[in-house]
């Protein structure tokens, strides 16, 4: 299967620093392969994200993009199938087989926007989907899509070289960590891998 990345339209600092770095997180926990952000540069955002994946794991690259025009038509002429989330779009349902296999052979951009978006943005995607046709958030639409195209992989997913791992319990809160990341001091067990960091009750 080939990858998918995520374009962010339009950041704007001062504004949307909290759903562009929620657009990034939720990317990279549903499955993609990476995110790049357009609008304003906001190395606070792009700093975030990157301190997300080096604690978590990756791969996951966070870029910025200078012209996301050129970023789309690079992408097109690569051969990469370019696909806008849009409340106006043809509903996922429809297109959602097409996608997959398209996705099995080509690399994929997924747009989601900020304030309102170019209209070139429509022309030059491949296909505009939309996840219901209702107002909603872009984080929301994003998180549906992925989950839909590759069959729920966020409840699957791992990261071989994330520094924390939860450890998924019916009444508290249990973080592994990596022994060689264990603070500074901690007593170390005999037991190889990870060391259990934090165990709580909320």
Do not use: C
Request: hydrophobic share 40%.
């Amino acid at each position: 299967m080939s990858g998918i990345t995520v374009l962010r339209l339009s950041h704007r600092i001062g504004r949307d620093e909290r759903v562009t770095t929620h657009v990034g997180l939720t990317a990279r926990a549903f499955g993609a392969k990476g995110i790049a952000i357009a609008g304003d540069y906001d190395p606070g955002v792009l700093e975030s994200l990157r301190r997300v994946t080096e604690v978590w794991g990756g791969p996951f690259e966070v870029q910025y993009v200078g012209d996301w025009r050129e970023y789309l038509r690079s992408a097109k002429s690569r051969g990469d199938l370019v696909v806008h989330l849009t409340m106006y779009g043809v509903p996922l349902p429809e297109v959602l087989e097409e996608l997959r296999r398209a996705l099995s052979e080509r690399n994929m951009v997924v747009v989601v926007g900020s304030s309102k978006v170019p209209r070139e943005v429509y022309e030059l995607a491949d296909l505009n989907v939309s996840i219901g046709n209702q107002p909603h958030s872009e984080v929301a639409a994003l998180a549906v899509f992925l989950d839909r195209l590759l069959d729920g992989l966020v409840f699957r997913i791992s990261f071989p070289d994330a520094r924390l791992r939860v450890v998924p319990h019916p009444r508290r809160k249990v973080v592994l960590r990596r022994r060689e990341e264990a603070l500074a001091g901690a007593e170390k067990d005999r037991s190889p891998g990870r060391e259990a960091l934090n165990v709580g009750n909320d």
